[in-house]
């Protein structure tokens, strides 16, 4: 049985160099659609990675409530000039002091401010926070030293540095030590963060972060230098808002307590919120939809890629229909000397099953250069166009293709599946022919 599969697949083989430019372009849709599979799994799997492991550096166990500015009639503004919504200082006490699961809770308020060393002056994030705020974004350190308790406790006019924002006001000296002016106080650095990257936006659930260009001070010492109070003029007109925190980040135990803390949570913070001012988000949550949602995505991928291969078996039976036709009389003398119609389907099919077979495995070899296509469209666009892709998201420049071994499996069964549904019309037509009337057949 295996000798006689032999046989056939080398005589459709032999078959098939008798048309080499028709039967390479044969290969070539089917090899397209292959490749499309598998390409296009592996940059949806490598986007879909970045978002689920920015929810992962969240934290599973953390539950982040934050501040959410409401329409202005409903915020607590009232009629003046300032408007008073987001998380209260009380709100962080009653959390922490109502909630028993909550092993940790990280306040940080957060404010643009002009932030000037000498002549050089930049528009930076100013982040008022407490020394746990550090290990909870996992930030690291090229000098100097984090924020301390103590420096909380002294409202200590000290800050840390991003990496962007120490290379903008120092290019060319070491930070530390030095002062940075933020307002009318100056400030002495005692430390730089080293680069991070950049978390993209998730949804409408969390806003995109850029790391390196922040200003870390002590939350205390921002609320007495720089206060609740933030200005800001628009279209000649000038807004005023209070918020005193703009994030809180509780921490608990076990991954059984996020989802019963965080209804604590919200029940607590709607006793006190008349209007809804405040968001709870839950990474953990974040991250089951990222995970359905990549499913759903690898799917639709599947589909669209799915298409070519479709075509590829359309052209594939459309060469096999004319080679039946021009080999009409050939197929009449092996009729005639005692092949089966049986044979005759397993010929034609053979010829199909070869011309998908090498499609779908010079596919999948074009699959795997994936990843150097992408490092090397990205290496061309950064030295062509560097300010096209200073302007494009993170998520984007960063993007790791990641291929997946079910894409590949998925991709070949695909393509052979195809080879023989699209191949066996045109084998039964074969094998059904009067084979007198080919004998005939000029």
Request: aromatic residues 6%.
């Amino acid at each position: 049985m295996f000798r006689r599969l032999v046989q056939k697949l080398r005589l459709g083989v032999s078959s098939l160099m008798l048309h080499k430019l028709r039967s390479a372009l044969a290969v070539l849709g089917i090899l397209i659609g292959v490749t499309a599979v598998i390409w296009l799994v592996a940059l949806g799997e490598g986007v879909s990675y970045q978002a689920q492991q920015q929810i992962k550096d969240l934290g599973a166990t953390n539950i982040i409530i934050r501040s959410v500015k409401p329409p202005q009639e409903s915020s607590r503004a009232g009629g003046s000039f300032f408007i008073e919504y987001g998380l209260l200082r009380e709100d962080y006490e009653r959390i922490l002091a109502n909630v028993p699961t909550i092993r940790r809770a990280v306040p940080m308020r957060e404010l643009v401010r002009e932030v000037r060393r000498m002549d050089r002056v930049l528009d930076a994030k100013v982040v008022g926070c407490t020394a746990d705020y550090f290990a909870l974004n996992h930030l690291s350190l090229v000098r100097g030293r984090f924020l301390a308790d103590l420096d909380d406790e002294q409202l200590e006019n000290v800050a840390v540095l991003g990496h962007k924002t120490a290379a903008v006001l120092f290019p060319y000296e070491d930070p530390i030590g030095q002062t940075v002016q933020i307002g009318a106080d100056f400030y002495v650095v005692v430390g730089q963060t080293a680069e991070r990257t950049a978390s993209a936006a998730i949804g409408g659930s969390l806003e995109a972060r850029e790391y390196d260009t922040d200003v870390y001070i002590p939350l205390s010492t921002l609320r007495w230098r720089i206060g609740d109070m933030v200005v800001t003029s628009r279209s000649g007109s000038r807004e005023g808002e209070i918020v005193q925190l703009s994030q809180i980040t509780a921490t608990v135990q076990d991954l059984d307590e996020v989802d019963p803390t965080a209804d604590v949570i919200r029940t607590l913070l709607e006793k006190y919120h008349k209007v809804a001012d405040y968001a709870v988000v839950v990474p953990k949550e974040l991250l089951r939809q990222a995970e359905m949602l990549r499913m759903l995505f690898n799917v639709l991928l599947i589909l669209i890629a799915g298409i070519s291969l479709l075509v590829g078996g359309i052209g594939i039976m459309n060469i096999m229909l004319a080679t039946v036709t021009e080999r009409t009389r050939e197929i009449g003398v092996r009729r005639a000397l005692g092949a089966t119609r049986q044979d005759i389907i397993l010929q034609f099919l053979s010829e199909t099953v070869v011309l998908t077979g090498m499609g779908g495995l010079l596919g999948v070899a074009l699959g795997f250069l994936c990843k150097p296509a992408v490092i090397a469209i990205r290496w061309g666009m950064q030295r062509i166009l560097p300010d096209v892709m200073a302007t494009l998201p993170a998520n984007i420049r960063n993007l790791e293709p990641r291929i997946t071994l079910w894409s590949i499996v998925v991709a070949f069964a695909i393509s052979m599946v195809v080879g023989v549904v699209f191949g066996l019309y045109p084998a039964r037509r074969a094998a059904y022919m009067d084979p007198i009337e080919a004998l005939r057949h000029e």
